[in-house]
């Protein structure tokens, strides 16, 4: 399976921001960045892991609070990282953020987390008043 590892998290006071890196590596053979759908995911204490925003093999994107603009995803292939801009960010938002991928078809979009199969450890991002 694909190895991703996240970066990026750290404490920010509310109304700031945060950018989070998911770099991608370990592909099987023959198999790139655009192979698979990806997304971000996050769990704060005393909760289930939910997903935040999600990347489908064609590009396509979606978000699960399709209210929220304040998170974007992107990605860029040459570089395998998966970004999550989190801008105007809030207590509530505090959590352990991963960053999951599965080979899909093209221009499938995954959203479920039992579907995902690669994880990587996460990264804290901790919202202060």
């Known amino acids: 399976q694909v190895q991703l590892v996240e970066s990026g998290g750290g404490s920010v006071q509310a109304g700031g921001s945060l950018r989070l890196f998911c770099v991608v590596s370990?592909?099987?053979?023959?198999?790139?960045?655009?192979?698979?759908?990806m997304g971000w995911f996050r769990q704060a204490p005393g909760k289930e892991r939910e997903g935040v925003a999600f990347?489908?093999?064609?590009?396509?994107?979606s978000y699960a609070d399709s209210g929220n603009v304040r998170f974007i995803i992107s990605q860029d292939k040459p570089r395998n990282t998966l970004y999550l801009q989190m801008d105007s960010l809030k207590p509530e938002d505090t959590a352990m953020y991963f960053c999951?991928?599965?080979?899909?078809?093209?221009?499938?979009?995954?959203?479920?987390?039992?579907?995902?199969?690669?994880w990587g450890q996460g990264t804290q991002v901790t919202v202060s008043s």
């Open positions: 370990n592909y099987p053979h023959g198999l790139y960045m655009e192979n698979y759908c």
């Open positions: 999951a991928a599965v080979q899909c078809r093209r221009w499938q979009l995954i959203q479920s987390r039992a579907d995902f199969t690669s």
């Open positions: 990347w489908g093999s064609g590009g396509r994107t």
